[in-house]
C-alpha cells in the first residue's frame, strides 16, 4: 500500500447505514486505504455480512445493530468500537430516511411520519456526533460527515426540509467541536447510481436530473466517496463547518 493508498492506516472508521448503497462504498473506500471499518446499521444481517466481507477483503472491521436515533444504539456502536479497535476517529452519519420514505403530505395525519424522518435525519446526526465526541477528543480529533442533499436548496417535502436542517446542525457542530480537534462537514450530491436511487427512479426522471446538471452524466457512489475521503484527510484540515456540493452543477450557488 503506497503513502497515497493509507491516508486512514490506524483509523478507525464509523459509518452508519454502513451495511448497503452509499454507506458500503465509504466503508469500503475507507478500508482501502487502511481504516478499520465500524458497519452500524440498522438491519443485522445487512450490517455482519458487509462486516465480514470487508474482514474477506484484508479489512478490520465490526458490524453493530443501531437505530441513529436511539442514545442507547449511538452508545452501542462506540462501545462496540473501542471494545474492538480502541475508539472512533472518523464517523459518518450516512443513515436516513430518503426518498420515497420521505414524500410525505403536509397534513396533520402525517406529522408522526414527519417527527421520524426529522427524528433519523437531523436528530440521528446529533445523537452519533454527540456520542463520538469523547473518543474523538480522547484520540486527539477526528472528522464527522453528514450526508445530505442537493433537494435541501430546492425546498419541498419532508426530506428536503430534514436535509437543510443537517447542513444547519453541521455548522453549530463545527463550531462547537472545534475545540475538541474535531471537524465536521457535509457532501450534498445530486442523483447517484445507489440501488435505492435506480429503483425508485424512473430512467426519464433520471435524464431529467442530468439535463439540469452541467456536467452531463450520472453522478456515481465513487464521486461521493472521493469527497469525504478528501474531508476527512488531512488535506482538508482547514475546512470544517461546509456542505459540498457533489451535483455535477446542479444547484448553482453563488453564496
Known sequence: MSAAQSRFEGKVVAITGGGMGIGRTYGRRFAAEGASI??????PDVGEREAKELEAQGAQAVSVAMDVSDEAGAAAMVEV???AFGGIDILVNNAGIHLEHAQLPFTVEALPKWRR???????????????CRPSMKARGGGAIINQSTMAAYLGGGAYSVSKLALNTLTV???ADFAADGIRVNGIAPSLVDSEAAMASMAPAAQQGVIAGQM???????EDLANMALFLCSDDASFVTGQ??????GFVKKAW
Request: hydrophobic fraction near 55%; aromatic fraction near 0%; glycine fraction near 10%.
Open 172 to 174: 453549530g457542530l463545527a
Open 215 to 221: 456536467i452531463k452524466r450520472l453522478g456515481t457512489m
Open 81 to 83: 468500537a473501542t471494545h
Open 117 to 131: 424522518v426529522l427524528d433519523v435525519n437531523v436528530i440521528g446526526a446529533l445523537n452519533c456526533s454527540a456520542a
Open 38 to 43: 465500524v458497519v452500524a446499521d440498522l438491519d
Open 243 to 248: 456542505t459540498i456540493l457533489v451535483d455535477g
